[in-house]
């Protein structure tokens, strides 16, 4: 993929502006190899975009005192997914695995007691998600745990921009004239969390919290989106954040 | 990666063809499979596009057209298209598809598809055949749920339950209780790898140790007085009884009934992927059944349910060898009887138009007791509105009942001999004579009213105004029990037929016709255990019709001594499922299906059980002479107060 930049764009914040900026700052050379890819040309139409569904699942929600537990990555564009590419790891987290996370992600004690750290899948992760733009459900999560995850291992956090299947949906359902008179009128707002997005698309349910599953929904979620909300026309500047 | 987690394979495994693909080349085309999503209305094929890969059917449905643009086929999940044109040298596509819903297509690799054909005759044959939906026989759809050869992974549906030993009891209850599941699976890491183990997501080794089930949580727990803080591995059951994914459905249901559980672990390879419940099993049965009956009610012509007749025997071949008791098999058979009927009405309707009074078709005789047997004949009658004029409407229900009754007659259910049925003019009434006749009957019997109460108080509404045969079912348990002269008429005809035992307990055979040396086991056998049981019924005034439910109803009264009932119970039971034996046995041999066994074909233990069967109808015979006196006149009102009284 060979990054070009376009200055014209007005989309804030301007992604690749951002990260040749920091390919010329940084002095760690995996993150440097990583930002010189670069991102997409914000004008690409969506459905020549190479992607990739990623989820974490964590400790807790913040960023700054709970840790990644799993990660799953999907690689895909709008007209192919194949779970062959998929990447799934356990990890052991740093801190205190809670009572409750084991309850919620059924990832137990026992298993993260023997996981390897972070540290150890950074390169495949990044070799993964360069030159393809990212898709999550809930980008707030992921941006937040990957920065905090490469900050603590290579003293400088990573961003990049994301696709957030959750805030498309947030547009379409919550911000929306109809969403907002129909709040008004008293009535519940649409649940825009994973599961519930897919069943509006008639997707199939998925037994939910497992980390390479959620990135397969996610990226199936995109797909049903684009179709039924833009086209693949759509320059992927429109969608990212 | 392991695809597994992402249940790609699962999927696939509850439908044809993959269903009956080996684990090895199932775990090839899900690790192959590619996804994507169509929105409803969107084109998926188009006509003359090269064709790259088979389409897979995740969720969702798709039409396919034909070149004149008429629909050809519609396609829902688990089905497969495409196939028929990847075999093609040029691979273009000859039928448009489009998507009606929104679809997940899983695809895969034309390669892989071939592969797979390569490797499995069954699947080359299933796509070469066109062995879509469409075109499949009712013979093959029944083969493929047959029991012995479907495989336990298709009942599979949802990953089991797992837990770690040193999980207490209440965490592992509300997993249960999340998951819904009625078990849960005790696994534990282990340091080697071992023939015992398998492999987590996690890469560590790992073993199933123990189960423990919602029985278990009252055996175990509650009854023993443990706290809710207990470890699982201290109450678990160690012996896992499981079973590999591969295998039959009805080697699980062996292996259920060998090793006395319900709950069985599935495994592929070593790893836990679901657990059958018998009640898995047992809902998949009456699905097969069941199939029969669909396809009877979508036939448009008797000529057309004529052509499935073949297929009510060969069913009741495999129910037998799938090990079904005679209940199972006669309520199949006679709820796929009563289908053929209601068809057939249906049919005649259509033909005829609505009929001009309410009227309904009732069955009699084993029909409506749901003990029917392959050869069955047909019996059968018509209850008409009272508002009924012969001159405007007679035409009408002669038409219906020679439409029915020939049908039946095509479909292999032989015309009744004694003309017992809606074609004969005499069954074919209002509800008022109706109402008549039994009360006539019963009121002075004489030997053909006798005979005939003996085949018409067993009756069933098929179609129609089912209440008018409730009001005569009502009339004839209100009646029957104060009419002791009756009782004991019928009583006196209900031991015409003896069972074949001589003084010695040695069989004594029936030297007819070219059965030399057999005993006719209907006659002999389950056709006075019925008229007996009949008896008792019409005295207690019980209103079921099947005869293990008649039998239900006596044991509530003191009509028979302790234990009778059981005994009878078993005979019945035990003579009809030889009888059945035998008549599959004859139909697999191509002969015709009667009811005579020589004794010298049945094995000694079951001759043993024979002769039982045989002196518990004798002694019951000779009870009812005894119960049932012909009354004085002066006798006569007590006796009737007696059999009422003693419910």
Same mark, same amino acid.
């Given at each position: 993929m060979i990054p070009r930049f376009a200055m014209k764009s007005k989309v804030e914040p301007n992604w690749p502006d951002y990260l040749a900026a920091r390919a010329q700052r940084t002095s760690e050379s995996r993150l440097a190899s990583f930002f010189a890819q670069g991102t997409l040309d914000p004008e690409t139409p969506i459905g020549e975009a190479p992607l990739v569904a990623m989820d974490f699942e964590?400790?807790?929600?913040?960023?700054?005192? %709970?840790? @990644?537990?799993?990660?799953?990555?999907?690689?895909?564009?709008?007209?192919? @997914?194949?779970?062959?590419?998929?990447?799934?790891?356990?990890?052991?987290?740093?801190?205190?695995?809670?009572?409750?996370?084991?309850?919620? %992600? %059924? @990832?137990? %004690?026992?298993?993260?007691?023997?996981?390897?750290?972070?540290a150890t899948i950074i390169d495949d992760l990044l070799g993964l998600l360069a030159g393809r733009l990212v898709v999550v459900h809930y980008r707030q999560l992921e941006r937040t745990f990957l920065d905090a995850a490469i900050r603590e291992r290579l003293g400088e956090g990573l961003l990049m921009p994301m696709i957030d299947t959750m805030s498309l949906e947030a547009r379409l359902h919550r911000q929306s004239l109809w969403a907002r008179l129909r709040r008004w009128a008293g009535r519940p707002m649409a649940s825009i969390r994973l599961h519930e997005s897919r069943q509006r698309y008639h997707l199939p349910a998925y037994t939910g919290h497992h980390a390479l599953v959620d990135s397969l929904a996610t990226a199936e979620l995109l797909q049903a989106q684009i179709l039924h909300h833009y086209d693949w026309q759509t320059p992927v500047s429109a969608l990212w954040r | 990666?392991?695809?597994?987690?992402?249940?790609?394979?699962?999927?696939?495994?509850?439908?044809?063809?993959?269903?009956?693909?080996?684990?090895?080349?199932?775990?090839?085309?899900?690790?192959?499979?590619?996804?994507?999503?169509?929105?409803?209305?969107?084109?998926?094929?188009?006509?003359?596009?090269?064709?790259?890969?088979?389409?897979?059917?995740?969720?969702?449905?798709?039409?396919?057209?034909?070149?004149?643009?008429?629909?050809?086929?519609? #396609?829902?999940?688990?089905?497969?298209?495409?196939?028929?044109?990847?075999?093609?040298?040029?691979?273009?596509?000859?039928?448009?598809?489009?998507?009606?819903?929104?679809? #997940?297509?899983?695809?895969?690799?034309?390669?892989?598809?071939e592969a797979v054909c390569e490797e499995d005759d069954d699947f080359a044959e299933f796509v070469e055949t066109g062995g879509q939906r469409l075109k499949v026989t009712v013979e093959q759809q029944r083969d493929d749920s047959g029991l012995m050869t479907t495989r336990v992974r298709k009942l599979i549906n949802r990953q089991p339950q797992m837990v770690e030993a040193a999980t207490s009891l209440q965490q592992a209850a509300q997993q249960m209780r999340d998951a819904n599941a009625t078990c849960v699976l005790v696994i534990d890491v282990t340091e080697t790898q071992s023939a015992y183990t398998f492999t987590g997501p996690d890469g560590r080794h790992w073993q199933l140790n123990g189960i423990l089930t919602d029985r278990d949580f009252c055996t175990r727990v509650l009854a023993e007085g443990k706290s809710s803080q207990t470890p699982v591995g201290e109450v678990m059951s160690r012996k896992v009884i499981v079973i590999q994914s591969d295998e039959s459905v009805y080697e699980a249901m062996l292996s259920m009934l060998r090793n006395q559980v319900h709950h069985l672990p599935v495994l592929h390879r070593r790893q836990p992927v679901g657990v059958l419940h018998l009640s898995d099993i047992v809902r998949h049965e009456t699905h097969s059944s069941l199939f029969l009956v669909n396809n009877i009610f979508v036939q448009n012509s008797p000529e057309q349910l004529a052509r499935l007749s073949p297929e009510v025997r060969t069913g009741f071949v495999r129910m037998v060898a799938d090990g079904a008791?005679?209940?199972?098999?006669?309520?199949?058979?006679?709820?796929?009887?009563?289908?053929?009927?209601?068809?057939?009405?249906?049919?005649?309707?259509?033909?005829?138009?609505?009929?001009?009074?309410?009227?309904?078709?009732?069955?009699?005789?084993?029909?409506?007791?749901?003990?029917?047997?392959?050869?069955?004949?047909?019996?059968?009658?018509?209850?008409?509105?009272?508002?009924?004029?012969?001159?405007?409407?007679?035409?009408?229900?002669?038409? $219906?009942?020679?439409?029915?009754?020939?049908?039946?007659?095509?479909?292999?259910?032989?015309?009744?001999?004694?003309d017992i049925m809606a074609t004969n003019p005499r069954w074919r009434q209002p509800l008022q004579v109706w109402k008549a006749y039994f009360t006539e009957w019963m009121d002075e019997p004489n030997g053909e009213r006798l005979l005939h109460s003996s085949i018409f108080f067993d009756l069933a509404s098929v179609h129609g105004e089912a209440p008018m045969v409730e009001v005569l079912q009502d009339l004839i348990a209100d009646l029957a029990p104060q009419r002791p002269i009756f009782l004991a008429a019928l009583a006196r005809n209900a031991k015409n037929r003896t069972p074949p035992l001589g003084f010695f307990r040695?069989?004594?055979?029936?030297?007819?016709?070219?059965?030399?040396?057999?005993?006719?086991?209907?006659?002999?056998?389950?056709?006075? $255990?019925?008229? $007996?049981?009949?008896?008792?019924? $019409?005295?207690?005034?019980?209103?079921?019709?099947?005869?293990?439910?008649r039998l239900d109803d006596i044991a509530e009264t003191k009509l028979l001594a302790d234990g009778v009932t059981e005994r009878l119970r078993y005979a019945f039971e035990f003579m009809s499922i030889v009888r059945i034996r035998h008549q599959a046995d004859a139909i697999e041999q191509g002969a015709e299906p009667d009811n005579s066994v020589d004794p010298e074909n049945i094995d000694s233990r079951e001759r043993h059980h024979l002769k039982d069967a045989f002196e518990a109808i004798s002694n019951a015979q000779k009870f009812l002479s005894f119960r049932y006196i012909m009354p004085t006149k002066q006798g006569a009102a007590s006796a009737g107060d007696n059999a009422r009284g003693r419910r």
């Open positions: 964590t400790t807790g929600l913040d960023g700054s005192r %709970h840790d @990644i537990v799993s990660v799953g990555v999907m690689p895909f564009t709008l007209s192919r @997914i194949r779970p062959a590419d998929g990447r799934y790891w356990v990890l052991s987290p740093r801190r205190q695995l809670s009572d409750e996370s084991v309850a919620f %992600h %059924h @990832i137990t %004690h026992a298993e993260v007691a023997d996981a390897p750290d972070f | 990666m392991n695809v597994e987690q992402l249940d790609i394979r699962g999927h696939l495994a509850q439908f044809a063809p993959f269903d009956n693909l080996p684990d090895a080349l199932l775990d090839r085309i899900a690790g192959e499979v590619e996804i994507r999503y169509f929105q409803a209305g969107s084109e998926l094929l188009v006509k003359d596009q090269t064709i790259e890969s088979l389409w897979y059917i995740r969720s969702g449905a798709v039409e396919m057209y034909q070149r004149s643009g008429r629909l050809f086929n519609r #396609l829902s999940e688990g089905d497969i298209f495409g196939y028929s044109d990847l075999l093609r040298s040029n691979r273009r596509v000859r039928y448009p598809i489009s998507a009606i819903e929104d679809t #997940l297509i899983y695809f895969i690799p034309g390669d892989v598809f008791n005679s209940e199972m098999v006669c309520r199949a058979l006679a709820t796929i009887g009563r289908a053929f009927t209601q068809r057939l009405i249906e049919l005649a309707e259509h033909e005829l138009g609505p009929a001009p009074v309410p009227y309904c078709f009732m069955v009699l005789g084993s029909m409506a007791r749901e003990e029917p047997t392959i050869n069955a004949d047909q019996d059968n009658a018509l209850v008409i509105d009272d508002s009924y004029d012969p001159a405007r409407h007679g035409k009408y229900f002669e038409a $219906l009942a020679t439409f029915v009754c020939d049908g039946l007659a095509a479909c292999g259910y032989p015309y009744c001999k004694g040695q069989f004594v055979m029936d030297q007819d016709g070219e059965h030399r040396k057999s005993i006719n086991l209907k006659r002999r056998g389950t056709a006075p $255990l019925t008229d $007996l049981v009949r008896v008792h019924a $019409l005295a207690c005034g019980s209103k079921a019709q099947n005869s293990f439910a």
